[in-house]
């Protein structure tokens, strides 16, 4: 697997694009345009594929 990050394009509160790293933890992203911080994560995949 790529030891890679895949990083967020926009705010998903405000749509913004001026995201950075955070400090609040593994995954996080601060907003510079609304303040907010969130986190992106992967959970998982579904157990069964999904029809096309």
Request: aromatic share 10%; net charge neutral; with cysteine.
């Given at each position: 697997?790529?030891?890679?990050?895949?990083?967020?394009?926009?705010?998903?509160?405000?749509?913004?694009?001026?995201?950075?790293?955070?400090?609040?933890?593994?995954?996080?992203?601060e907003?510079?345009?609304?303040?907010?911080?969130?986190?992106v994560?992967?959970?998982?995949?579904l157990?069964?594929?999904?029809?096309?």
């Amino acid at each position: 697997m790529s030891e890679s990050r895949s990083v967020p394009l926009y705010c998903p509160y405000c749509g913004e694009e001026d995201l950075r790293p955070s400090d609040a933890g593994h995954g996080a992203w601060e907003c510079h345009a609304c303040a907010r911080v969130f986190s992106v994560r992967f959970t998982g995949l579904l157990s069964k594929g999904v029809a096309r």
